[in-house]
């Protein structure tokens, strides 16, 4: 079985039908018509997209409580194809997880991508900071607070006037 060709074709003039200018990137089977003289010599290839895309992901930091997807780590996506990735959070043998540790602390955080062919990417890390969500003070120990302000604004403020009476 042939699985590999290389020649000089130099001498041949390639004609590939169904295939023009706009149409380069497209995947498929083609007709190729090798001609030399009057020699012609008819064949097929088969343009297929064997690459995977390339993932690039952000560190993420939130609040405990605090929702996220997996859009929230990808900083971007390419594949030869244009179209759109999907992703997958993944451990680290690689196997497909269906939720992540969002706890409060730092978690390292895995991510393939697909292409719409099945190609898949490099496991990419990267880190999930989830903080401490800080406790609501109750009403009265807010107005307490608000209070204690308000009295010292107004002490301030009367030791300002005096303050003041002194240099005049």
């Not at 959070?89 to 997880?97: G, M, T």
């Not at 308000?150 to 403020?157: G, K, T, W």
Request: net charge negative.
């Amino acid at each position: 079985m042939l699985t590999s060709f290389s020649s000089d074709l130099s001498d041949y003039e390639v004609i590939i039908e169904e295939l023009d200018s706009d149409t380069l990137d497209t995947l498929g089977t083609f007709n190729v018509i090798l001609k030399n003289g009057d020699k012609e010599y008819q064949t097929k290839i088969t343009v297929q997209d064997t690459l995977s895309p390339i993932l690039e992901l952000r560190e993420v930091t939130i609040t405990e409580g605090d929702e996220i997807t997996i859009d929230s780590f990808i900083a971007s996506c390419t594949d030869n194809s244009q179209k759109k990735c999907s992703y997958a959070f993944v451990d680290e043998e690689n196997n497909e997880i269906e939720s992540i540790d969002s706890s409060v602390g730092e978690h390292t955080i895995y991510v393939i991508a697909k292409d719409e062919l099945g190609n898949i990417s490099n496991i990419e890390s990267t880190k999930l900071i989830v903080n401490k969500k800080l406790q609501e003070k109750s009403a009265n120990s807010s107005n307490t607070t608000t209070n204690s302000k308000s009295s010292n604004n107004n002490n301030n403020n009367t030791s300002s006037s005096q303050s003041s009476k002194r240099w005049k």
